[in-house]
């Protein structure tokens, strides 16, 4: 209540005076003190584990930058569909709008030195990890800025300082690369984790199955996400798996179920898994989200009975990439259902306006905020020249050795192009 | 693993049982079984985990119980162990040594004598050595476990055997180099592996029937020594190559193409590649040696070419 007058009474006299930026910093990003309570969506289910408490606390800043970090996520997904329909992103690009809140909440519960790995889904969490929109979308376009030098695309983002491993084109392959993370910190004995994420349709990869026997055969800290969007490209999930509860797979390791669209379930079910990782070996989280619409009932009613595995219950509202409307194996009652029900901004902008933290209009300030750095950040990025050809052969080997390391004159030859 | 903490082993009883052909030895009871790790048979996983283990500064060495199991972490030496510092403009490297025994071996069967130098030679990224003594299995490993490239190593099962003098200080070979055996004059027979040894029998054969062939143990099977290569072609003008590897698509092939392709002006004759034949490795003995080449086709091959 005492945040409320104070900031009523600050806007009216300062917001003349002082620029707009500054004032809401001023407001905003300073309460770190106030503690608000906030109850997740669903409580946790748990296997073979006790789930965490359904309540957090949160301070207003924490809030802000959910709101802001989210947003500009969900921002850079959409300049990115109008890049790619503008013919400037070519190839695949596979956007994550509606997940945001994974991104943003395992952000929240952890630090950079714990490893992230993902799968080709990985715009947003290269930004969670401190990844810039100049280099996110340079990357994109295939410029020399791009944080792989243009040379990965968007399917390869990689931020090492920042303990973000990518970024990876085969689905599932990701998984063991992440046990490895997991393995290199328990070696080096450090007091880290590592979070290896993957979908509902890479669930179903032996080699899941496989680097889990391991994690757990070693006590590695690894902590394995399912982030379950329901749909592996065209086919949904009780169309593909048999036992749709993902959490419970690999019986003998213990699983979350969380809702994936609610970034403080999402926080708080990292820490706990953090906690446990580091004490226990490695536990799977199942980050998913309820079905919402007709068609989904049934299936929910089912999935009901089987569910226990840590799961991020999510939802993306763009297709499987840009080639995908999206719209051939799901209807379109069931996405705007999920948005009007469960979107993760929605959420936390309800959040910040219950709490009397910003209005409405700041909060819509704020996006336009966000809109104009994404729109200035892809100007920036369009301005990045393409890679020099000689880029062609760099980092092909360390040291950089060309075509051939050997030429017939023991000189190094490097291919000319046309 | 005694100089740099990061090397580590990881590989199918690489651990308590020493290794399937005991090249790691009591190194568990040395370093322990975290850095002598013992994996469960899930090749593609713990090859996938040694790549991640590599991103982050380790430098695991992968053992493949028999390379031919290695075939089941293709994806992940291509895709990752290959293609990750391209992919990542630089920031990751990854410094891994994938080795294990393959080749023809004993009566072993099709799917325990498979050569994957032909399968792997075209992944961008990697490395591939062969060695083929004691002496250059020590410093081949050494470098291998040194560079920061992935480097894949080709042993071979019949040659665990050999005993030689080696010192027994600390040396490093070059990895992209090849290695004369026998210098000579008349034509210049490239090989690496188990066929150096059956080339050396119709060598001394050769030698007394008057020929004076030039042997190059080529080692480096991605990128060629073509340096070395070269300069034989230059002085002898003829060239035989020996391998075991399947006749489609194997090292004898890039090998003819690289050197058609670089020294055509210095050859007298078409270069001859004698590799194995195009089928599996069959059990019986008799069927099994004339799958591979044999000394006395090596003979007739270089009576043929120096004509």
Same mark, same amino acid.
């Given at each position: ?33 106030? %503690? ?82 993902? %799968? ?8 969670? =990890?401190?990844? +810039? ?15 792989? =030098? ?71 800290? %690894? ?90 219950? +999510? ?15 799901? +209807? ?48 920036? %990025? ?37 | 693993?005694?100089?740099? $903490?990061?090397?580590?082993?990881? *590989? ?27 994996? #469960? ?10 790549? *991640? $283990? ?88 050494? $470098? ?78 991605? #990128? ?28 004898? $092939? ?25 089928? #599996? ?13 044999? #000394? ?12």
């Amino acid at each position: 209540m005492a945040l409320t007058h104070r900031s009523t009474n600050l806007l009216k006299p300062l917001s003349a005076a002082v620029p707009f930026t500054s004032s809401l910093r001023r407001l905003f990003s300073t309460d770190d003190a106030t %503690a608000i309570t906030v109850e997740t969506s669903v409580p946790f289910t748990g296997h073979k584990c006790d789930p965490p408490p359904r309540t957090i606390d949160t301070t207003p800043k924490e809030l802000m930058t959910f709101f802001r970090d989210m947003a500009t996520m969900r921002r850079m997904e959409i300049a990115a569909d109008s890049l790619y329909k503008a013919k400037l992103i070519r190839g695949f690009c596979h956007l994550y709008d509606g997940q945001e809140a994974v991104a943003v909440g395992m952000e929240a519960a952890i630090t950079k030195k714990d490893c992230i790995i993902t %799968a080709y889904r990985d715009h947003c969490i290269f930004l969670g =990890r401190g990844g +810039t929109l100049v280099e996110a979308f340079a990357e994109l376009m295939g410029r020399r800025d791009g944080c792989s =030098r243009g040379k990965g695309g968007s399917m390869h983002f990689y931020k090492k300082e920042s303990g973000f491993y990518g970024g990876h084109g085969i689905v599932g392959a990701q998984v063991p690369l992440g046990i490895g993370l997991a393995f290199a910190q328990k070696y080096s004995k450090e007091e880290h984790v590592a979070f290896a994420l993957y979908g509902d349709g890479a669930a179903n990869q032996g080699q899941l199955f496989e680097a889990l026997n391991m994690a757990a055969l070693w006590d590695l800290p %690894a902590i394995l996400v399912c982030e379950n969007n329901h749909y592996g490209m065209g086919t949904a999930e009780w169309r593909a798996a048999k036992s749709p509860a993902y959490y419970k797979r690999g019986d003998y390791v213990p699983g979350l179920k969380v809702d994936g669209m609610d970034a403080f379930a999402v926080k708080q079910a990292c820490k706990f898994a953090k906690e446990h990782a580091l004490k226990n070996g490695p536990i799977r989280l199942w980050l998913g989200s309820c079905f919402v619409g007709k068609v989904s009932f049934e299936l929910a009613e089912k999935k009901a009975l089987l569910d226990k595995i840590l799961e991020m219950d +999510t939802y993306r509202y763009h297709g499987h990439s840009m080639s995908d409307p999206g719209s051939t194996y799901r +209807t379109r009652d069931e996405i705007s259902g999920v948005r009007q029900e469960r979107d993760p901004l929605e959420r936390i902008r309800k959040l910040i306006l219950s709490h009397d933290i910003a209005t409405e209009k700041e909060l819509k300030d704020i996006e336009k905020e966000i809109r104009k750095e994404v729109d200035e950040a892809i100007a920036q %990025a369009k301005e990045s020249p393409m890679p020099d050809s000689s880029e062609l052969f760099t980092n092909v080997y360390v040291k950089g050795f060309g075509v051939q390391s050997f030429g017939a004159d023991r000189k190094e030859v490097r291919a000319i192009l046309p | 693993m005694e100089r740099d $903490a990061r090397v580590c082993v990881m *590989g199918e009883d690489v651990g308590h049982y020493g290794g399937s052909y005991k090249v790691t030895k009591d190194l568990a009871n040395k370093y322990g079984d975290l850095r002598v790790l013992d994996t #469960p048979i899930a090749e593609n996983s713990f090859t996938g985990m040694a790549i *991640g $283990a590599a991103m982050t500064g380790l430098r695991p060495i992968v053992e493949g119980m028999n390379m031919g199991f290695l075939l089941l972490a293709f994806n992940q030496i291509s895709n990752n162990c290959g293609m990750l510092h391209y992919t990542s403009g630089g920031q990751f490297t990854i410094p891994v040594v994938i080795r294990g025994p393959g080749g023809v071996g004993r009566q072993l069967g099709a799917e325990h004598s498979q050569r994957l130098e032909s399968y792997f030679q075209s992944i961008p990224g990697i490395q591939m050595v062969a060695c083929s003594t004691p002496y250059n299995a020590k410093g081949l490993m050494k $470098a291998a476990i040194r560079s920061e490239n992935p480097v894949i190593l080709f042993e071979h099962v019949l040659l665990y055997n050999l005993k030689e003098r080696i010192p027994d200080e600390e040396y490093v070979l070059n990895l992209e180099e090849a290695e004369m055996v026998r210098p000579g004059e008349h034509i210049t027979i490239l090989t690496y592996s188990r066929m150096r040894y059956h080339v050396m029998q119709a060598a001394k054969t050769l030698v007394n029937k008057g020929y004076d062939p030039e042997v190059i143990d080529i080692r480096s099977l991605k #990128p060629f020594d073509l340096h070395t290569i070269g300069n034989s072609v230059k002085k002898t003008h003829r060239v035989l190559i020996v391998e075991e590897c399947m006749r489609t698509g194997g090292i004898g $092939a890039s090998l003819t193409a690289a050197i058609n392709e670089y020294f055509h002006d210095y050859l007298d004759a078409p270069v001859v590649c004698l590799s194995s034949q195009d089928v #599996p490795t069959p059990y019986a003995g008799t069927l099994e040696e004339w799958t591979v080449v044999q #000394p006395t086709q090596i003979v007739t091959a270089v009576e043929q070419l120096c004509r």
